[in-house]
């Protein structure tokens, strides 16, 4: 894709989110990145629905996904956007893998929304401008009340 004249990759890992450093480890060597140029974003339980964190470096927070990153890439220097599904009532694992309440379902595209714009906002005026504008707590609380099924 390209934004400005800035050619941007957006990757998706297809391993397991535990062995995701080496997704990122492969894709980042192949474009010969800079650590500056890099942005993860990733799900995080102990944030409420809604809500994003963006911040420049830092250590996993209990996060497998950053976990494996960080030991694949040998550094916590990069920029990472946590956006919050919350803890909810049962195991974390569990609440991870379901799917989301019918609340969360009817306000998913205004956080996809804003996470994107978030993103563009990190790639265009960089971190700090991205932080002041997309670190925020969701305007309303979301019961987290996941149910399970398959998709």
């Known amino acids: ?9 957006l990757v998706k890992p297809q391993t397991y989110m535990n062995l995701s450093g080496s997704s990122v480890r492969e894709v980042f060597h192949w474009y010969k990145s800079s650590i500056a140029d890099l942005l993860v974003v990733v799900d995080d339980i102990d944030l409420p629905f809604g809500a994003m964190r963006l911040r420049p ?3 996993s927070g209990g996060h497998n996904g950053l976990k494996s990153i960080i030991a694949e890439l040998g550094t916590d220097e990069f920029s990472r956007l946590r956006i ?24 998913l595209p205004d956080v996809i929304r804003s ?10 005026a960089g971190i700090i401008s991205a932080m002041n504008r997309c670190n925020r707590m969701p305007e309303t609380k979301v019961e987290t009340t996941q149910t ?3 998709s």
Do not use: M, N, P, Y
Request: net charge neutral.
């Open 84 to 107: 919050g599904i919350g803890r909810g009532t049962g195991q974390a694992t569990r609440q991870v893998l379901t799917r989301f309440s019918a609340e969360e379902e009817r306000l």
């Open 57 to 59: 470096r830092g250590g």
């Open 115 to 124: 996470a994107a714009d978030c993103v563009q906002e990190w790639e265009r």
């Open 148 to 150: 399970t099924g398959t």
């Open 1 to 9: 894709a390209f934004d400005g004249g800035q050619k941007i990759a």
